[in-house]
């Protein structure tokens, strides 16, 4: 079920900060589709993990963190609306669903190992109704915590003596988190502080984060913001006005490598080459220890209709062949600076890593 509506606040959880991309109300979840904007604001009911699960696949909802917040959500969901016979055989079987949705976003993976931790303590539908639904809430506050964190340690690495410029690649704001933002939300707290003069934001091909999401946030709140092509940012960035890029991430791994945006690395590279810090802004949740290095992530690669066309309007021959991964992995040692909630690895190794989050 569906219905319009506008971005207002949302019972859960109770202090978020900008757009609002989800709406929790204990038998239901309410997604405004992120396909739609900016032109729609439309809101899809969800009343099962199925279609929760589906929603991540469509990618109603998307950003790392938002991706994991739903998912716990569905888990919640899907105690509430379980039979009531084999109810835990039916968690289970969400709980797969979900984790088989998308896999590149560790996100995803470490709240539905959370919330599976909770589960497994119920010993009856009741109450893992209840304390499934309390952890999900709990997930999606501690992530707006960690956002609001995250903006003050990256203005102590910038350490921005007067307004600087930065530039930014596909939306890392409210929409793709539990409210306020990763990368996007340092461009709020620098704007806050009166620190920002522009934001560049990439058009973010193919799915057009940056001009239909990125773009829309900034401009409802007011914050100066320059919509560019991805191709355009080598000549914004030779201008000399940018200090920092500052981009998001889906999976970091122990040597700090990171999965992010497909353009993300060539954006590394471009920085690296006009001495511009590139600063990763992500929750610890998005870290995954377990993996060496980049080279271990698994890459989501998607349909080539994503290329070849957009909402049906045909951009490319029908038949050609498309290379079409959602991510790329930028190598550690492009990285200046990753900031997390628990505090930033400057130069990212292995060491620093490891002495952070080890």
């Keep these: 079920m569906s219905s319009p509506s506008s971005p207002v606040s949302s019972p859960a959880p109770s202090r978020v900060v900008g757009t609002v991309a989800m709406r929790w109300h204990e038998h239901s979840l309410e997604l405004l589709d992120q396909r739609l904007l900016p032109a729609e604001e439309h809101w899809i009911t969800l009343e099962g993990a199925s279609g929760v699960a589906q929603s991540i696949r469509d990618m109603v909802v998307r950003g790392a963190p938002a991706i994991g917040i739903s998912a716990a959500y569905g888990v919640a969901l899907a105690a509430r609306h379980a039979g009531g016979g084999d109810w835990k055989a039916e968690?289970?079987?969400?709980?797969?669903?979900?984790?088989?949705?998308?896999?590149?976003?560790?996100?995803?993976?470490?709240a539905l190992q959370r919330m599976e931790r909770v589960f497994h303590g119920c010993h009856s539908l009741a109450e893992a109704c209840?304390?499934?639904?309390?952890?999900?809430?709990?997930?999606?506050?501690?992530?707006?915590?960690?956002?609001?964190a995250m903006a003050d340690h990256a203005l102590a690495a910038m350490q921005p003596e007067r307004p600087l410029s930065v530039l930014t690649h596909c939306n890392t704001g409210a929409l793709a988190t539990g409210g306020y933002g990763t990368a996007l939300g340092v461009i709020r707290r620098l704007h806050e502080e009166k620190l920002l003069n522009r934001v560049y934001a990439d058009e973010t091909r193919p799915w057009l984060q940056g001009s239909r999401l990125t773009a829309w946030e900034l401009a409802q709140e007011g914050i100066p913001v320059t919509l560019n092509a991805d191709g355009a940012a080598a000549s914004i960035l030779a201008l000399k006005e940018v200090l920092w890029v500052v981009v998001g991430a889906d999976r970091i791994t122990a040597n700090g490598d990171v999965a992010n945006k497909i353009g993300t690395y060539s954006l590394a590279v471009l920085a690296r080459h006009h001495r511009v810090g590139f600063m990763v802004v992500a929750p610890s949740s998005t870290v995954d220890m377990t993996l060496a290095s980049g080279k271990d992530i698994p890459i989501e690669e998607r349909e080539g209709t994503e290329i070849r066309e957009f909402r049906g309007i045909p951009l490319a021959p029908g038949g050609v062949d498309v290379f079409n991964p959602v991510f790329d992995v930028t190598p550690a040692n492009l990285i200046d600076v990753i900031v997390t909630e628990k505090g930033v690895v400057h130069n990212p190794d292995i060491a620093?890593?490891?002495k952070l989050f080890g």
Excluded at 94 to 103: F, H, M, T, V, Y
Excluded at 130 to 148: P, Q, T, Y
Aim: aromatic share 4%; glycine share 4%; hydrophobic share 55%.
């Design 130 to 148: 209840k304390r499934l639904a309390a952890e999900a809430v709990a997930i999606h506050e501690e992530d707006l915590a960690a956002n609001l």
């Design 91 to 110: 968690i289970k079987q969400a709980i797969r669903e979900l984790a088989a949705s998308r896999p590149t976003a560790v996100n995803l993976f470490w």
């Design 352 to 354: 620093g890593m490891g």
